[in-house]
T-cell receptor, first 112, second 113 residues
Framework: KQEVTQIPAALSVPEGENLVLNCSFTDSAIYNLQWFRQDPGKGLTSLLLIQSSQREQTSGRLNASLDKSSGRSTLYIAASQPGDSATYLC???????????FGEGTQLTVNP | NAGVTQTPKFRILKIGQSMTLQCAQDMNHNYMYWYRQDPGMGLKLIYYSVGAGITDKGEVPNGYNVSRSTTEDFPLRLELAAPSQTSVYFCAAKTGSRGYGYTFGSGTRLTVV
């Protein structure tokens, strides 16, 4: 059974810092990996999708990397802003492409 | 193109009542999913469907039922509501193509009292 772990569970940083969120998974036979953002009381917004054949994806100040062999992904946020405050969820898609398993998320607070 | 639409947004049920959470998508995606999210936790898969007429259980299916008679709709049924089903429910859809990820609805917040 696939298990996804996110470290740290919570993170508080001053505005302007670069930061890294970590995601690890137990079964490296994955199809894709997707990072989401969730604001309090809201739904999930997709940030980045990394296919299993890729090593990284970039969108603006966000960069996500994937190392399948070690079962790890990182989400790098450059020059953090208070508007980045949210919970960030990592999810892996199994090889059939049909099921998504989530980590419990990292709650990020960026202080002005 | 609305993506994934969930109704209602909020609901309070009494113990033992029944209800159906609605989910509709207009993207013609084959795969649809129901997740629940308890406070401070990640999302747990309840049921999923890979196409009309095909459904399968996820991690936490007990107390729920689903049907998928059309590509567009994937309702989730609670037959005898229990306090343990107080949660936020999310519906998601995905194309079968590898290069595309999941699209989520905005959620239904359910409280069972």
């Amino acid at each position: 059974k696939q298990e996804v772990t996110q470290i740290p569970a919570a993170l508080s940083v001053p505005e302007g810092e670069n930061l890294v969120l970590n995601c690890s998974f137990t079964d490296s036979a994955i199809y894709n990996l997707q990072w989401f953002r969730q604001d309090p009381g809201k739904g999930l917004t997709s940030l980045l999708l990394i296919q299993s054949s890729q090593r990284e994806q970039t969108s603006g100040r966000l960069n996500a990397s994937l190392d399948k062999s070690s079962g790890r992904s990182t989400l790098y946020i450059a020059a953090s802003q208070p508007g980045d405050s949210a919970t960030y969820l990592c999810a892996v898609i199994e090889t059939s492409g049909s099921r998504l398993t989530f980590g419990e998320g990292t709650q990020l607070t960026v202080n002005p | 193109n609305a993506g994934v639409t969930q109704t209602p947004k909020f609901r309070i049920l009494k113990i033992g009542q029944s209800m159906t959470l609605q989910c509709a998508q207009d993207m013609n995606h084959n795969y649809m999913y129901w997740y629940r999210q308890d406070p401070g936790m990640g999302l747990k898969l309840i049921y999923y469907s890979v196409g009309a007429g095909i459904t399968d259980k996820g991690e936490v299916p007990n107390g729920y039922n689903v049907s998928r008679s059309t590509t567009e709709d994937f309702p989730l049924r609670l037959e005898l509501a229990a306090p343990s089903q107080t949660s936020v429910y999310f519906c998601a859809a995905k194309t079968g193509s590898r290069g595309y990820g999941y699209t989520f609805g905005s959620g239904t917040r359910l409280t069972v009292v």
